[in-house]
């Protein structure tokens, strides 16, 4: 189970480790070690990941994508609170038994469901995001040939892009259009 969920992350980690794990699962062929190598690479020690698991995972992302999805600050915030409403428990301090550094989780337990982990946990980064700038936590990539999903967690103007190579990408069939015309 999530072993370093949150404890030393910053919100721009854990918003990271959201949208990775929410665009590998969107694929259908992404398997258990997948998602289990995605996971170690954002800090999680062994993950044990089960096809359930997968299956249960691209539910809460297409949820979560809900979030990512919303035209404002309100619908954001409208969807975060669903989600928490329906997920979320009881806020608590874990340090999973004194193996990682004190910090928040609002699923059930240490040994939650990874579906419900990885909902809490974004909701949680969602509602700071919000609370802190007012605006959508994040979005669907702009590049028509792209569609993943990406959250913001910079400062300065909202994102439009999930990457700099898909933004570039669009400049330079826009910039194409233009000088062809």
Wanted: aromatic share 4%; glycine share 6%.
């Amino acid at each position: 189970m999530p072993q370093n969920a949150i404890a030393g992350r910053s919100v721009r980690a854990i918003a990271a480790r959201t949208a990775d794990l929410a665009n590998l699962v969107r694929d259908p062929a992404c398997t258990p070690g997948d998602v289990a190598a995605v996971l170690r690479n954002h800090g999680e020690t062994d993950p044990h990941i089960t096809p359930s698991d997968v299956a249960d995972l691209r539910t809460a992302a297409e949820r979560l994508r809900a979030v990512l999805t919303a035209p404002d600050a309100d619908g954001a915030a409208a969807a975060v609170n669903r989600l928490l409403a329906a997920t979320a428990h009881p806020p608590r301090l874990t340090s999973h038994g004194g193996t990682t550094h004190w910090h928040l989780h609002v699923d059930t337990h240490d040994d939650a469901p990874w579906a419900e982990w990885f909902t809490t946990s974004a909701c949680l980064v969602f509602a700071l995001l919000i609370t802190d700038r007012q605006r959508p936590p994040g979005g669907v990539c702009a590049s028509p040939s792209c569609g993943l999903v990406f959250v913001d967690a910079g400062s300065g103007s909202p994102r439009r892009y999930c990457s700099r190579r898909c933004a570039t990408r669009e400049r330079v069939a826009a910039h194409r259009v233009r000088t062809r015309g």
